[in-house]
């Protein structure tokens, strides 16, 4: 028991880091009703690292050092997501006849391709496909927390000081008094926080955290307060859950954690579903 707790401590504290940024913006992209914002985003910026990544091994004979590398790849991460921000936004405030969730689809399923067939080139790139799509959060560091951390706080800060325009923006997302440039830094600050997250939980992962805890909040509250709060509440019970699992029966531990994350979905539904059918048959009564 001790030996997880020391093995899984560093992991735990990743999980804790990614659902307590990502459940803020989960509940922004559900009420802005853009689910695979998240994901696109997350394809994207991997596209951007896996571009920059092959650049950087066909312009060099092989000698740069590991940190100036990490750095040309988020910067290039970085990048694109932010075109990506910037496009969003411009697009959202235009009179189209296409959904935006259409337009965040297939900006999925481009950037997605393109990684793919660019990893498919490169040396190891089935490697490098599974770990964008799985992460590699058992195998999490230290500093790496540290950067989710620093990252993470400056973003949450940011958001905290201007909370009210983006909740604001996101409660009338569609409506007409809708500002581009408070669009484009909402998309720009959640691109940043997805290309920290996906270093460490991966793609699927990573959407995992921001929809699921997102959503079983609101089936239980509406004011922005308490549903960060129950979002917090049940992403840490069930990434404890989900590692200690992965960790007793020696199974995946990013997986096994969203897949809880899906049953605790699963039950909140039915527990709301038997609640509403109780509240009737008691009104009924009275």
Known sequence: MIAA???????????????????????????????????????????????????QMS?????HHHDEQSLFVYLFSI????????????IKNKKLNIPLESLIGIAYAVAATGAVVILDKAAGGDVHVHEMFAGSILW??????LYLFLAFAVIGLFHFVFRKKFFQLSDNYYGKKSSMLWDFLFYATFGITVVHSIEVGGILTIF????????????????????????WVIGTLVSAAGLYLSWTVDIPSAPTVILFLGVALVLALLFKTIQKHLFKKSEKAA
């Open 140 to 145: 999490v560091s230290w500093q790496q927390n």
């Open 59 to 63: 312009h060099s004979e092989g000698v």
């Open 208 to 231: 995992g955290f921001l929809i699921i805890p997102a959503s079983i909040s609101a089936l239980f509250s509406t004011s922005w307060t308490s549903r960060i709060i129950t979002g």
């Open 5 to 55: 707790l020391q093995f899984m401590i560093a992991p735990f504290i990743a999980c804790l880091l990614l659902i307590g940024i990502n459940i803020y913006f989960g509940i922004h992209v559900i009420k802005r009703e853009i689910i695979f914002i998240d994901i696109a985003l997350a394809q994207i910026a991997a596209l951007g690292g896996t571009i920059a990544a092959v650049l």
């Open 79 to 90: 990048g694109f997501t932010t075109i990506a921000a910037a496009l969003f936004a411009f």
